[in-house]
Structure formats: structure tokens, C-alpha cells
């Protein structure tokens, strides 16, 4: 089993939409969560970083982590069309290595 | 913020050749850099880690006499190609991590194309 699972997708939602992008992970030492966004042909992009369980909130974002369940999820509401990207959701348990879910291919249609 | 500067951002080489990527962590200091390989449509494979003034530890299946890693300073971290072929073809990425937490910023990726 994978350390951090992460749906693949494609995710396809129209412009507006309220999207949900979510992972799991079997490691109960990782004690940081971080979602990042990649554009194609580009590097990951820090999105959200997050200790231990909890939410937290930037502007149309917010990254939850629910450590009893080994759940991490990241909302993005009014999406827009420039929010096209693949999302990594990435976990490590302090100064070791991220350990990254395959990324989830999302499409905001105007 | 903290800016990682990766270049080159595309390289075309011939077989056999060697190339050399630099990546500069442009407002911070990096105690720790990262090295990933990325196929078309799949996530990140962490290649191998360096820390300044250390030799890299590479991940299993890596060829460290391949993949040359140097992490001469503070800022600067090298990954060096060599006698590249075909299959090395792809896109490499490299990652700093700031002295003072636990962040990964990464550069905009190299894409390597070998003829």
C-alpha cells in the first residue's frame, strides 16, 4: 500500500463550482500535510501547509486534516478556470522527505 | 517568498553527452535539496537527497554514478546527467528546504530531451 492514496481523477467541474480534492494516508508518524498545485510542464506550487489536525483557511482555499481517520482534503470554492491544475497532496513526519499522492487532474470549464 | 531558480527549464542533448542542472534557492538558505523525476501523468519520484557539504543519499534504483549530485553550498545544488541516453528523457525537478522549517519550495522543473 501506498503511503499517501490520491485519486487521479480527472475531475471536471464548471466555473463557480465548490471542488473537494482529498487523500489518505497510512503513516501515523506524519505530523505535516501540504497541498500543492501543478501547472503542466511546471513545478509544484505551495498551496496550503498544515501541522498536525485541524483546518486551515487562505483566501478561497482551505485544507482540513483529520488525523483520527488519516484524511486530508482541500477545498477550493468559486473555482475559475485559471484553478486548472493538478493538485498533490503531500505528507512527511518532520526532516524526512514529502511523500506525495499521485495528484488529482482538474478542469474548471467556464 | 521563497523563489527556486532551475535551469536549464528544457535541454536537448545528444546521446552519450552529459548535462548538467543547477538549482539556486534565491532568498534563503537550504540545508537540504531534493531531486525528483516526473513521467508524463504521474507524480513525483524522489530521486535522491543532499545535503551541503555531504554526499547524496539516493533512493533505491537510482544509479548514483548516472545521477551526479552536488551540494556545494548553502544556495546551490547540482544534478549532473551523465552519458545520457533515451530513456533519460523527462522532466526533472529540484526541491529546497529552508533551514528554519519544514517547507519544500521547488523550482519550475528541467525538461531533458535525449536524441
Known amino acids: 500500500q501506498k503511503e499517501v492514496e490520491q485519486d487521479p481523477g480527472p475531475l471536471s467541474v464548471p466555473e463557480g463550482a465548490i471542488v473537494s480534492l482529498n487523500c489518505t494516508y497510512s503513516?501515523?508518524?506524519?505530523?505535516?500535510f501540504m497541498w500543492y498545485r501543478q501547472y503542466s510542464r511546471k513545478g509544484p506550487e505551495l498551496l496550503m501547509y498544515?501541522?498536525?489536525?485541524g483546518n486551515k483557511e487562505d483566501g478561497r482555499f482551505t485544507a482540513q486534516v483529520d488525523k483520527s481517520s488519516k484524511y486530508i482534503s482541500l477545498f477550493i470554492r468559486d473555482s475559475q478556470p485559471s484553478d486548472s491544475a493538478t493538485y498533490l497532496c503531500a505528507a512527511n513526519t518532520g526532516n524526512t522527505p514529502l511523500v506525495f499522492g499521485k495528484g488529482t487532474r482538474l478542469s474548471v470549464i467556464a | 517568498g521563497a523563489v527556486v531558480s532551475q535551469h536549464p527549464s528544457w535541454v536537448i542533448c545528444k546521446s552519450g553527452t552529459s548535462v548538467k542542472i543547477e538549482c539556486r534557492s534565491l532568498d534563503f538558505q537550504a540545508t537540504t535539496m531534493f531531486w525528483y523525476r516526473q513521467f508524463p501523468k504521474q507524480s513525483l519520484m524522489l530521486m535522491a537527497t543532499?545535503?551541503?557539504?555531504?554526499?547524496?543519499?539516493?533512493e533505491q534504483g537510482v544509479e548514483k554514478d548516472k545521477f551526479l549530485i552536488n551540494h556545494a553550498s548553502l544556495t546551490l545544488s547540482t544534478l549532473t546527467v551523465t552519458s545520457a541516453h533515451p530513456e533519460d528523457s523527462s522532466f526533472y525537478i529540484c526541491s529546497a528546504r529552508r533551514v528554519d522549517e519544514n517547507i519544500q519550495y521547488f523550482g519550475a522543473g528541467t525538461r531533458l530531451s535525449v536524441l
Open positions: 503513516n501515523s508518524a506524519f505530523q505535516y
Open positions: 498544515t501541522y498536525s489536525s
Open positions: 543532499s545535503n551541503e557539504g555531504s554526499k547524496a543519499t539516493y
